[in-house]
């Protein structure tokens, strides 16, 4: 297989060789570390500082996974660093999501209908991005992983190591917040 | 009102077609019956879809240029004078 050559052509120190490996992910990278952080200083940092890693551990690289989720692994370990800085907020537990549950003052959900027909694209991505932003990266990860970058749960739970449950509570609770704020901001926005 | 603790769990599932048939038909069953619940699978799936729906930056051209220098520097440490 090609990757397999090139790795090997790395590990013997043939810079040419890496740079193609890394080719087709340094966009990748990037998506991933800016969706989570939600900072473009951030998000550079984090490439770079992947891709240097990279080379660094490179001759450790035992072919176990494809270069990509080695490389994702770096890159999340690199967020996790980074968001260890900022504030987030908790998230509740599944429970609290619901209407009428204990502590929500809210008893009826509310229709959405379409929300392009009261928001331009761009500031629904701006929300969004926020939302992702303010949560806590181990729920905000598992949920990216899975629905942005297209992941199986299998998959998601074997790159951040946790058990299939708890990647899935993950997932759903992340999922519940990020639906509770968009859910708050469209109220907003018609009983303006 | 009756709080949907049960169905919350399975909405999620439900909503990505990973729903057995049984628990399946239960839930659908459920869901005519509960608005709440009708919203809830609604606003979840619109939630996934609006995420799907940003256009990915790709790396600023900057930072690419940055980047490959540092790659390079780093390189150059790491394997010495041997030729890439
Ligand atoms: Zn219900």
Redesign the pocket.
Known sequence: MIERKLIQLAQGGDFNAFNTLIAGHKDKVYRLALKLTGNREDAEDIVQETFLKAIDNIDKFRMESSFGTWLYTIALNNVRAHAGKGKRMPLKPIEEY?PSGHSSDVDELFEWGDPHQVFENKQLQEIIEKALADMPIKYSTPFVLRYMEEMSVNEVAEMLKLSLPATKSRILRARLALREKLEDVFRERVHE | M???DK??QQICDYVDGELDGALCAELEA??K??????L?VDSLKQTVVLCREGKPEPLPKELEAKLSDALRRRWEKKFGGKKT
């Open positions: 619901l | 009756s709080k949907c169905q919350i459920h869901l019956e509960c608005r709440n619940c009708r809830m």
